[in-house]
């Protein structure tokens, strides 16, 4: 089976419909750019037919990229897939993603639609998205609540009408890993023709499981995956391409597959969502979180000092992050505080440097973190003391 996963980035979609992240169109070429820069494969730039503002956006990042595939969503009708293709058809490589629900409770609850007034919907949809576009995405919302033989019934009518992507979301984040994959393979072993299309990943983080969930799928025979900057998305996100793809990267040994993604720029993708969405990234976040690549405590640092391969599984040059951090506080030892020294100039006597060490550590009992400028006051106010 071919080793590339191509990434699939919904920043600009499912990451905007995270509340309070919409972005404007200046905004949404500028994370584009910087996407393609990743290496991402497909760009989803908007759903066209939401609003004026986001056809205008989706129009203009279909024109501006030079090597993504760019895509527009849109629901099972006629109207939502014209639209999406007056957007996307400006685009070098336009994909039309169209989708309808395939659960028991969506039919019923959201769609007031019969099962097979759904499989009538797909194979319409499809086929209409089909006779506009070559590259048509089909996406079985809330695919992991759906019944495995409709769902089965439901992958088979949309290939056969045309469909080259299949997209399975978990849209709800209930799957686990074991779950997930198990779809894929019942998937890829019933459906007559799955073999034909690219199985795509789609996952939320609901109960903290996204990545973890699209690895599996991906052991199972996904070769998409559908994730966003940040993990930024519809309430608890989705999974993160940092952190797929560092996974991938990182433990090529057991995930013996490859991604486009090109890791240096990773911390400037992430700077720029953050940055236009004013979403925060939090400090432990792996990959990009700003104490991703920071060490504290004086045992963890001595061993860093040694060797970074110690306490770190991958460099912060690898990501785009600059250096690794040795954070000075009540838990670091003396290794890292002669060594922030020596960095800051200073070339203290035996003596003097047990004597500094101690005001240090009362110090940092003090205060949460010690910084630069408190260490230049701490060693000039003990030189001045004599
Ligand atoms: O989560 C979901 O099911 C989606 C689809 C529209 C692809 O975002
Ligand atoms: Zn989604």
Same mark, same amino acid.
């Given at each position: 089976?071919?080793?590339?996963?191509?990434?699939?980035?919904?920043?600009?979609?499912? &990451?905007?419909?995270?509340? &309070?992240?919409?972005?404007?169109?200046?905004?949404?070429? %500028?994370?584009?750019? @910087?996407?393609?820069?990743? &290496?991402?494969?497909?760009?989803?730039? /908007?759903?066209?037919?939401?609003?004026? &503002?986001?056809?205008?956006?989706?129009?203009?990042?279909?024109? @501006?990229?030079?090597?993504?595939?760019?895509?527009?969503?849109?629901?099972?009708?006629?109207?939502?897939?014209?639209?999406?293709?007056?957007?996307?058809?400006?685009?070098?490589?336009?994909?039309?993603?169209?989708?309808i629900a395939t659960s028991?409770?969506h039919m019923?609850?959201k769609l007031?639609?019969?099962?097979?007034?759904v499989? #009538?919907?797909?194979?319409?949809?499809?086929?209409?998205?089909?006779?506009?576009?070559?590259?048509?995405?089909?996406?079985?919302e809330d695919?992991?609540?759906?019944?495995?033989?409709?769902?089965?019934?439901?992958?088979?009518?949309?290939?056969?009408?045309?469909?080259?992507?299949?997209?399975?979301?978990?849209? $709800?984040?209930?799957?686990?890993?074991?779950?997930?994959?198990? !779809?894929?393979?019942? +998937?890829?072993?019933? +459906?007559?023709?799955?073999?034909?299309?690219?199985?795509?990943?789609?996952?939320?983080? #609901?109960?903290?499981?996204?990545?973890?969930?699209?690895?599996?799928?991906?052991?199972?025979?996904?070769? @998409?995956?559908?994730?966003?900057?940040?993990?930024?998305?519809?309430?608890?996100?989705?999974?993160?391409?940092?952190?797929?793809?560092?996974?991938?990267?990182?433990?090529?040994? $057991?995930?013996?597959?490859?991604?486009?993604?090109?890791?240096?720029?990773?911390?400037?993708?992430?700077?720029?969502?953050?940055?236009?969405?004013?979403?925060?990234?939090?400090?432990?976040?792996?990959?990009?979180?700003?104490?991703?690549?920071?060490?504290?405590?004086?045992?963890? @640092?001595?061993? !860093?000092?040694? #060797?970074?391969?110690?306490?770190?599984?991958?460099?912060?040059?690898?990501? /785009?992050?600059?250096?690794?951090?040795?954070?000075?506080?009540?838990?670091?030892?003396?290794?890292?505080?002669?060594?922030?020294?020596?960095?800051?100039?200073?070339?203290?006597?035996?003596?003097?440097?047990?004597?500094?060490?101690?005001?240090?550590?009362?110090?940092?009992?003090?205060? %949460?973190?010690?910084?630069?400028?408190?260490?230049?006051?701490? +060693?000039?106010?003990?030189?001045?003391? /004599?």
């Amino acid at each position: 089976m071919n080793d590339h996963i191509m990434i699939f980035d919904t920043t600009l979609r499912d &990451g905007e419909q995270s509340p &309070g992240c919409s972005m404007n169109l200046e905004e949404k070429l %500028k994370v584009a750019a @910087q996407l393609e820069a990743l &290496g991402v494969d497909v760009i989803e730039a /908007g759903f066209a037919i939401a609003s004026e &503002g986001d056809f205008e956006a989706t129009t203009a990042v279909a024109k @501006q990229c030079e090597t993504a595939i760019v895509a527009s969503l849109a629901r099972a009708a006629f109207p939502d897939i014209d639209r999406a293709w007056a957007a996307v058809r400006h685009a070098r490589r336009p994909r039309i993603h169209t989708f309808i629900a395939t659960s028991p409770l969506h039919m019923r609850a959201k769609l007031n639609k019969t099962p097979e007034d759904v499989l #009538d919907a797909i194979a319409a949809s499809v086929g209409r998205a089909r006779n506009l576009c070559e590259d048509v995405e089909w996406s079985a919302e809330d695919a992991t609540r759906s019944d495995p033989d409709f769902l089965c019934r439901a992958v088979e009518i949309a290939i056969k009408a045309g469909a080259t992507t299949i997209n399975l979301p978990d849209t $709800v984040g209930y799957a686990t890993p074991e779950t997930y994959g198990a !779809m894929f393979r019942d +998937v890829i072993n019933r +459906v007559p023709g799955a073999d034909k299309a690219i199985l795509s990943t789609h996952c939320h983080n #609901d109960l903290g499981l996204a990545v973890a969930n699209t690895l599996a799928a991906i052991m199972a025979g996904a070769r @998409q995956c559908e994730a966003t900057i940040n993990g930024i998305g519809e309430r608890a996100g989705n999974a993160a391409i940092e952190e797929i793809a560092m996974a991938i990267r990182v433990r090529h040994d $057991v995930l013996p597959v490859r991604t486009g993604i090109v890791s240096t720029e990773i911390t400037k993708a992430s700077r720029l969502v953050s940055g236009i969405t004013g979403m925060a990234v939090q400090a432990n976040k792996a990959i990009v979180g700003a104490n991703a690549f920071a060490h504290e405590s004086g045992i963890h @640092q001595d061993g !860093m000092l040694k #060797d970074s391969s110690t306490y770190e599984i991958m460099t912060p040059e690898s990501v /785009g992050m600059g250096a690794t951090n040795l954070v000075l506080g009540k838990h670091s030892g003396r290794a890292a505080f002669r060594q922030k020294l020596a960095e800051m100039g200073y070339d203290l006597s035996d003596n003097e440097f047990g004597d500094a060490f101690k005001r240090f550590k009362d110090l940092a009992d003090a205060k %949460k973190q010690v910084f630069d400028e408190d260490i230049v006051a701490l +060693v000039d106010d003990q030189v001045l003391r /004599g």
